[in-house]
């Protein structure tokens, strides 16, 4: 078993910044990949960011490319996130998630089996 827990998120005005962490726990040695999802009010979960446990190879959701970045501590176990230029549509529960395998796609939620309890981010215009 993997446990997650997220934390950083709060209340930031638009274009400020906020950094997510996720704190990895128990059989971090199995993990394949790291991802973060976020769900908006009213909206479904839409993939965020994803770094393997490996490698450097990040990808990122075209809106927020650019403003935000994925990084990873494995000596911390941890994976930050990492958003600039913050705007009102980010405004959402930010959850990491976490798989043991390589699946066909890095940006569909139900390939991923561990999750985190996720944390709140608000941005005010």
């Known amino acids: 078993q993997v446990q997650l827990v997220e934390s950083g998120g709060g209340l930031v005005q638009a274009g400020g910044s906020l950094r997510l962490s996720c704190v990895l726990s128990g059989r971090t040695a199995s993990i394949y990949r790291v991802a973060w999802f976020r769900q908006g009010p009213g909206k479904e979960r839409e993939f965020v960011a994803t770094?393997?446990?490996?490698?450097?190879?990040?990808r990122y959701a075209d809106s927020v490319k650019g403003r935000f970045t994925i990084s990873r501590d494995n000596a911390k176990n941890t994976v930050y996130l990492q958003m600039n230029s913050l705007k009102p549509e980010d405004t959402a529960v930010y959850a990491c998630a976490a798989r043991e395998f390589k699946a066909s796609s890095v940006y569909i939620s139900s390939t991923y089996n561990y999750w985190g309890q996720g944390t709140q981010v608000t941005v005010s215009s």
């Open positions: 770094i393997p446990w490996s490698a450097d190879t990040t």
